[in-house]
């Protein structure tokens, strides 16, 4: 976002706000650089630009909203302790689910400014969700976030329950799905069996979900699937 070698530091509290100030300011700059990582992304054959989402932490959750305020051709985002407030560049018709994971004593972000985004977020007609957690902070996901004058305090629990939201979250996206895996040379697998331990064996690694259950498995014309603890083999997997 910044550009190429540019990162923000953890803790660096100048720095981080030097970055972001450009593009809090102009969104439509935030939004041109937000939409080429989204196109990057879906260049890649391993990828399916038809069922993408985005999912942004702090800053990164102001550039997914944006994603979606800009009618970007994704199934979902989410804002995990982002900042929710519009920026001056106008919305266009957002067709994107918006979960947001949200601290309630957030400095950053004050109830005004989530009933703002509630707001805006009704009246667009959006599939909306905010998740609320009490006693919770910005910054809330990171391990290293222990600064409470400044209102960044890492938190366990808010953490663990946002992990869980966000699961569901892609899981409600992509469920119609879930039982077919994208190779990167862009070929569609279907497995016969659901089990849970794979092995890969040689060629490109692949990661996706059988049923409900994560699966890895490499890229051959045909997979064998080993059971971890006696190394059978208890299934295969073919292209469709």
């Given at each position: ?237 073919n292209f469709l």
């Open positions: 976002m910044y550009g190429k070698g540019v990162f923000g530091a953890d803790g660096d509290v100048a720095l981080n706000t030097a970055l972001m100030a450009p593009f809090a300011a102009d969104r439509g700059l935030l939004r041109q650089r937000i939409n080429a990582a989204l196109q990057a992304a879906s260049a890649r054959c391993e990828v399916d630009a038809t069922r993408t989402a985005g999912v942004g932490y702090c800053f990164g959750g102001m550039c997914v909203l944006e994603l979606a305020r800009m009618g970007a051709p994704v199934q979902g985002v989410a804002s995990v302790h982002g900042i929710f407030s519009p920026g001056n560049a106008p919305n266009a018709s957002i067709t994107a689910k918006v979960l947001c994971l949200h601290g309630h004593d957030d400095p950053m972000v004050p109830p005004e400014q989530v009933l703002a985004f509630e707001q805006e977020m009704s009246a667009a007609g959006v599939d909306w969700q905010m998740h609320v957690y009490g006693g919770t902070t910005h910054a809330f996901t990171n391990p290293g976030a222990n600064n409470p004058d400044f209102g960044t305090v890492y938190s366990t629990t808010a953490n663990a329950r946002a992990s869980r939201s966000i699961e569901t979250f892609l899981g409600e996206l992509f469920r119609a799905e879930q039982n077919e895996m994208i190779t990167p040379t862009g070929e569609k697998i279907s497995t016969i069996e659901n089990y849970t331990n794979f092995s890969v064996l040689t060629g490109d690694t692949i990661n996706g979900r059988d049923g409900t259950k994560e699966v890895s498995i490499n890229v051959l014309a045909d997979y064998k699937q080993y059971n971890s603890e006696t190394s059978e083999v208890v299934a295969l997997y």
